[in-house]
């Protein structure tokens, strides 16, 4: 790989930002928003992508994790770095159509690529990707907020993640895989109603059920969860496939908790919250034991 000519040749095209100093500095000018805040996520092959998913589809799954956190702070996605250390054994055709993912939803999702750094190593690819918000309200929304008699609150299908790994690994169900390899975010009026509505926000990452005890624990509440009321991608009358499929972890949808009585768009209420502390499942109007396993742990 010759790194200067592949970056003027894939990456600088996709730099559109006054602050990037068309990459010919060592530092970038961040834009000075009111409130900035900044999150950053990895990817490292065979662990958070297959080694033979499309490495378009690796690098817009990069771009969507990255911004799912931002929403579920109730904030706009801003400005990004990104790194990338690269195998010596994939090719320049790879390296292309991993870059033009990246630029695809550095369009969709209106985010400026200001820098970042390029090497290459023996492998595995591993992909990180630093991004800044913008805050929509008057402060970020974070996990340590919820109060009991608030309503429980998720966007989108849970689950995909799950099914859509192993229709991938199966080498069947394009439809669900795609849905592993990209995941389908909420719209960014999902994360205004974040920054109106929210007394608690954070993103489903590692299973809907290890992400709702992190966010009881940070609150220092219960939370109930009505495991009926749970949008997923394939329902089921089969207790242990809904469980399975709320702690596969790749959702990247919205967990929030606001006032029971709100209407929200985007979001389907699925329990509440309560006094004490930890979390409790329901089923069929019946208490369910937690699984051993709650979600994924790195």
């Known amino acids: 790989m010759q790194e200067a000519e592949w970056i003027d040749r894939y990456i600088k095209p996709l730099v559109t930002s006054k602050g990037a100093f068309e990459l010919t500095d060592d530092v970038a000018v961040l834009t000075p928003y009111e409130t900035t805040i900044v999150t950053m996520d990895t990817l490292v092959e065979a662990v958070h992508f297959l080694a033979a998913d499309p490495l378009d589809t690796v690098g817009r799954k990069l771009l969507r994790v990255n911004i799912s956190d931002i929403y579920a702070k109730g904030a706009a996605p801003g400005e990004a770095l990104l790194s990338i250390a690269w195998p010596r054994h994939r090719d320049e055709v790879e390296f292309a159509a991993l870059m033009a993912g990246i630029g695809d939803d550095l369009e969709a999702f209106n985010v ?168 409790g499942l329901k089923w069929r109007g019946n208490t369910v034991d937690l699984p051993d396993i709650l979600g994924f742990l790195h």
Do not use: W
């Open 112 to 279: 400026s690529l200001i820098g970042g750094d390029l090497v290459t190593t023996d492998g595995p690819l591993i992909l990180s990707l630093t991004l800044t918000g913008q805050i929509i309200g008057p402060a970020a929304i974070h996990r340590n907020g919820a109060k009991a008699g608030d309503g429980i609150f998720v966007t989108g299908q849970i689950g995909f993640g799950d099914v859509g790994l192993a229709a991938a690994q199966r080498g069947d169900c394009e439809d669900l895989a795609a849905r592993y390899r990209v995941p389908v975010l909420a719209p960014l009026q999902a994360a205004a109603a974040v920054a109106t509505h929210a007394t608690a926000s954070m993103d489903i990452s590692d299973g809907l059920l290890l992400d709702a005890q992190r966010l009881c624990k940070a609150s220092r509440v219960g939370l109930v969860l009505d495991l009926d009321c749970v949008p997923l991608a394939e329902p089921s009358d089969d207790l242990a496939i809904v469980i399975r499929q709320c702690t596969g972890g790749d959702d990247y949808q919205i967990l929030m908790t606001a006032p029971a009585d709100r209407d929200l768009t985007n979001f389907t209420r699925i329990g509440r919250v309560v006094e004490g502390d930890g979390l």
